[in-house]
C-alpha cells in the first residue's frame, strides 16, 4: 500500500502565498516522478508542476514564473510547490501525483484565492 498525504492549503488573497507539502509513504520502490495537479468545479484536472526522479522540472504555462516544486534535503518522497502571486483563477483543489509503476493520488487539499 502506499498512502499519499497532501497539506498546507487554505484561504488567501490574491498577490499572496501558500506552500503545499507532499508526503508519500508505504510500499515505496522507485519513484519515478512526482507531481502536482488541480481540478477547479467544472474543469478537467490539469498538471500544475512536476519534478521526476533527476530533479527536472516541468510546469503548466499559466503557473510558469509564479509557482516553484522543489524537494529538501535528498528526501525523495516529499515535494513542495511555493505558490507565489496567488490568483483568484488558482482557485482548485490541489492534489499530489507520486508515480512509480503505477500511479499514487492523495485526497487533495483546497486552495482558495480570494480576489
Known amino acids: 500500500q502506499v498512502q499519499v498525504v497532501e497539506s498546507g492549503g487554505g484561504l488567501v488573497q490574491a498577490g499572496g502565498s501558500l506552500r503545499l507539502s507532499c508526503v508519500a509513504s508505504?510500499?515505496?520502490?522507485?519513484?519515478?516522478?512526482m507531481s502536482w495537479y488541480r481540478q477547479a468545479p467544472g474543469k478537467l484536472r490539469e498538471l500544475v508542476a512536476r519534478?521526476?526522479?533527476?530533479?527536472?522540472?516541468?510546469y503548466g504555462d499559466s503557473v510558469k514564473g509564479r509557482f516553484t516544486i522543489f524537494r529538501l534535503n535528498s528526501a525523495r518522497n516529499t515535494i513542495y510547490l511555493q505558490m507565489n502571486n496567488l490568483k483568484p483563477e488558482d482557485t482548485a483543489t490541489y492534489y499530489c501525483?507520486?508515480?512509480?509503476?503505477?500511479?499514487?493520488w492523495g485526497q487533495g487539499t483546497q486552495v482558495t484565492v480570494s480576489s
Open positions: 501525483n507520486t508515480r512509480t509503476s503505477d500511479d499514487y
Open positions: 508505504g510500499r515505496l520502490f522507485t519513484i519515478n516522478a
Open positions: 519534478m521526476d526522479s533527476g530533479g527536472n522540472t516541468d
